[in-house]
């Protein structure tokens, strides 16, 4: 995959991240000003095509990502940075609450060298804040492989669900106070 494009006018360029489920990463994503789309799907793994039931057994090696589509003119992939780490727990392995696998694992799958070096520096710049170790992977970018489409737009077709109403909303709440001048108008 190409790190940027142009659509139109538009420079896109393109993230992609694992923090647990995919239906929150996606619920969060699509909420921010500068996000032109949000896919859930698998990478990082070893089967050819993978599928929710093979990834949830936790024998793929896949993890559970969005891939993001961003307008690098209208918010930078360190914005982009600080909202995946203040919406999940990078310091537990294989485990986001209670979704637990290497499926949920925190993930940073770049794109360009110039990627891995922000991660990098990001990852660097927050430990020295945290008071746990983070354990995000930071990988190349390989295969990413769309999830069924039972999964997209999980939260905006099933917000009133259990998991939705526990787990997302809450995500929902904490990016609208920690991050009020990132949202979208839409």
Same mark, same amino acid.
């Given at each position: 995959?190409?790190?940027?494009?142009?659509?139109?006018?538009?420079e896109?360029?393109?993230?992609?991240?694992?923090? $647990?489920?995919?239906?929150?990463?996606?619920?969060?994503?699509? %909420?921010?000003?500068?996000?032109?789309?949000?896919?859930? $799907?698998?990478?990082?793994?070893?089967?050819?095509?993978?599928d929710y039931?093979?990834?949830c057994?936790? #024998?793929?090696?896949?993890?559970?990502?969005? %891939?993001i589509?961003?307008? =690098?003119?209208?918010?930078?992939?360190?914005? @982009?940075?600080?909202?995946?780490?203040?919406?999940?727990? =990078? #310091?537990?392995?294989? %485990?986001?609450?209670?979704?637990?696998?290497?499926q !949920?694992?925190?993930v940073?799958?770049? /794109?360009? =060298? @110039?990627?891995?070096?922000?991660?990098?520096?990001?990852i660097?710049d927050?430990?020295? %804040?945290?008071?746990? =170790?983070?354990?995000?992977?930071?990988?190349?970018?390989g295969?990413?492989?769309?999830?069924?489409?039972?999964?997209?737009? !999980?939260?905006?077709?099933?917000?009133?669900?259990? !998991?939705?109403? @526990?787990?997302?909303?809450?995500? @929902?709440?904490?990016?609208?106070?920690?991050?009020?001048?990132?949202?979208? /108008?839409?």
């Amino acid at each position: 995959m190409e790190t940027n494009m142009t659509l139109g006018n538009v420079e896109v360029d393109h993230l992609i991240l694992g923090g $647990g489920c995919f239906w929150c990463l996606e619920a969060v994503f699509r %909420r921010l000003d500068g996000v032109l789309s949000v896919e859930p $799907g698998y990478s990082g793994g070893r089967t050819e095509a993978p599928d929710y039931e093979a990834v949830c057994t936790g #024998t793929t090696g896949h993890a559970e990502v969005v %891939r993001i589509a961003f307008d =690098p003119a209208r918010i930078g992939f360190q914005a @982009l940075l600080q909202v995946f780490f203040s919406s999940h727990d =990078p #310091t537990t392995v294989n %485990r986001q609450g209670h979704d637990i696998g290497s499926q !949920y694992r925190s993930v940073i799958f770049f /794109a360009s =060298p @110039l990627q891995e070096a922000l991660a990098k520096q990001f990852i660097a710049d927050l430990q020295a %804040r945290w008071p746990s =170790p983070i354990v995000t992977e930071l990988l190349p970018l390989g295969p990413f492989h769309q999830a069924e489409a039972y999964h997209r737009d !999980y939260y905006a077709r099933n917000a009133a669900q259990p !998991y939705c109403q @526990l787990v997302i909303a809450p995500k @929902l709440q904490q990016l609208k106070r920690d991050f009020p001048d990132r949202l979208s /108008a839409v």
